[in-house]
């Protein structure tokens, strides 16, 4: 008896020595998230800094805003599967990355497509139509904002959303296009033009739409594929990994036309899915009709 009672009271210090270990280790996979969502945090508010001191004759600070935004959306896709992966998901986490991203992919994106698209549009030969679409795309960019702002808040709050066109409804789709989704298709375009500034009426008009048309994307009720079924601490196929690596070389070396494309395609996969749900869709029968029995005379 007095080998175990030794025993047991030379344990207990190690016992307390492991469990400190652990709470320091599991504070410190509780930081590595949160690294992510301040590196985003960072990049947006670089990209307000380079969309406010762009000017005609340095488009440069819009494509490097435009890039800041497009390193953002890397870092937002990286903090919530590392919080996954090593089961540190928080509701701090969450409530930061949500602030997060209405600063990076609300306002910065917002205030990149205003200056980039209308505010240093050339005075044209009719003076009221420059000012009517440097008012519209004011109020085209404050809609993306809202929009934005919007779909967050739905997405914090509803547990388990189904888009309205479902098909085989799981979490391999988001309700409404994401916003760092719809951030990064106004990035992706700005990067297409090498961050030139708009000089043509018809294009400014052009962007209005694009601009109009992405905020209701997300504001929307169709699907868009959420990527959540590849994950990387599983095996996967080989043909993923090599579509990976093919999409990142593409990247690297074709940056404009390959983040174009990619952008405007999941855009457009949204509407595809949509449209192709309305043509399948079958109405319903209607009900058969109801027939009073005549009466007998009597």
Request: proline share 7%; aromatic share 14%.
């Amino acid at each position: 008896m007095d080998d175990l009672g030794d025993h047991a009271v030379l344990e207990l210090p190690r016992r307390r020595r492991e469990d400190r270990r652990q709470r320091r280790q599991r504070k410190g996979m509780y930081i590595l998230p949160s690294l992510f969502t301040t590196a985003n945090l960072a990049a947006g508010y670089y990209a307000i800094l380079q969309a406010m001191h762009a000017t005609v004759g340095e488009p440069w600070h819009f494509d490097f805003a435009a890039k800041a935004i497009g390193f953002a959306v890397l870092f937002d896709g990286l903090d919530g599967r590392i919080a996954r992966m090593t089961n540190t998901s928080s509701d701090f986490g969450r409530e930061l990355d949500s602030l997060a991203d209405v600063i990076t992919f609300g306002v910065a994106p917002a205030l990149l497509a205003y200056m980039w698209g209308f505010h240093l549009l050339p005075q044209l030969m009719n003076p009221e139509l420059h000012t009517k679409l440097g008012q519209f795309g004011a109020v085209a960019s404050f809609l993306f904002l809202v929009a934005g702002a919007s779909r967050l808040a739905r997405f914090n709050i509803q547990m388990n959303p189904q888009p309205s066109n479902p098909g085989r409804p799981d979490k391999k789709y988001f309700v409404g296009m994401p916003i760092p989704a719809g951030a990064g298709v106004i990035a992706a375009v700005v990067h297409f033009t090498r961050g030139v500034p708009l000089v043509n009426p018809i294009m400014a008009i052009v962007a209005l739409a694009l601009v109009l048309t992405v905020a209701y994307l997300m504001v929307s009720t169709w699907r868009f594929y959420s990527f959540k079924d590849i994950h990387f601490n599983t095996r996967q196929p080989f043909r993923v990994m090599l579509l990976l690596a093919v999409i990142f070389v593409s990247i690297w070396f074709w940056s404009r036309w390959v983040l174009f494309g990619i952008a405007l395609i999941y855009m457009f996969s949204g509407v595809w899915w949509r449209l192709q749900w309305i043509v399948r869709r079958r109405p319903s029968p209607p009900p058969p009709p109801v027939y009073k029995e005549a009466s007998q005379p009597s």
